[in-house]
């Protein structure tokens, strides 16, 4: 099976523009995660979307902001971009068993810039 | 309550050494304990996963501790070899939501 893939891989935005990120997990797989990795925060979970609908959700502002397509495709948009927006922002696939979450599979995630 | 807290942040090994790195939560309600290797440019990898209906689970060379009482659980690499120099993230995820905490990372370097 192809792995989780993520477009585009690196983007350079100045502060003030919004972003779309994109997602295709592994073929099968319906809930979509996405994370934010920064050096000082770490990996921070923002939110999980499973047939088209929010799962759950971290403690980011409004500005990020999801979605789902009913191929299980998700993207992610940032608006108002900010300076410390600047990060790897990773997605990754699962199945359902039994209601919860199964393993997650991380794609290479996108090399955001905020200049 | 929702931290995970990992050490140590950076390690250093020999090949053919043992690399071993903790982990330790506060929420009770955890139920699945991943350990993810992440090298430069990849996104993490799952290496392998626990629940707390065992005390310790190997594959290969990798082997996961666990300590429910203690609430912690360790990664152990058993001659460790230059290619498993990456950075190593311990999650967990239960109770109320799937969401994986992640803990801060470790990097680890294994000199031949």
């Known amino acids: 099976k192809a792995g989780v893939t993520q477009t585009p891989r690196y983007l350079i935005k100045t502060r003030g523009q919004q972003v779309t990120l994109s997602c295709s997990p592994i073929s099968g797989h319906r809930s979509v995660s996405w994370y934010q990795q920064t050096p000082g925060q770490g990996l921070q979970f923002l939110f999980e979307y499973f047939s088209e609908t929010q799962r759950n959700k971290g403690n980011f502002p409004g500005r990020f902001s999801g979605r789902q397509f009913s191929n299980s495709r998700s993207e992610m948009n940032v608006s108002t971009l900010e300076l410390g927006d600047s990060a790897l922002y990773l997605c990754?696939?699962?199945?359902?068993?039994?209601?919860?979450?199964?393993?997650?599979?991380f794609g290479p995630g996108t090399r955001l810039t905020v200049l | 309550q929702q931290q995970v807290k990992q050490s140590p942040q950076s390690l250093i090994v020999q090949k053919g050494g043992i690399s071993i790195i903790n982990c330790a939560y506060e929420n009770t309600a955890f139920d699945y304990f991943p350990w993810y290797q992440q090298f430069p440019g990849k996104g993490p990898a799952l290496l392998i996963a626990?629940?707390?209906?065992?005390s310790e689970k190997k594959e290969g060379r990798f082997t996961i501790s666990f300590n429910k009482s203690a609430k912690q659980f360790s990664l152990h690499i058993m001659d460790s070899q230059p290619g498993d120099s990456a950075t190593y993230f311990c999650a967990a995820s239960g109770g109320d939501t799937d969401k994986l905490i992640f803990g801060t990372g470790t990097r680890l370097q294994v000199f031949p």
């Open positions: 990754a696939s699962s199945s359902l068993a039994g209601g919860r979450t199964d393993t997650q599979y």
């Open positions: 626990i629940r707390p209906d065992v």
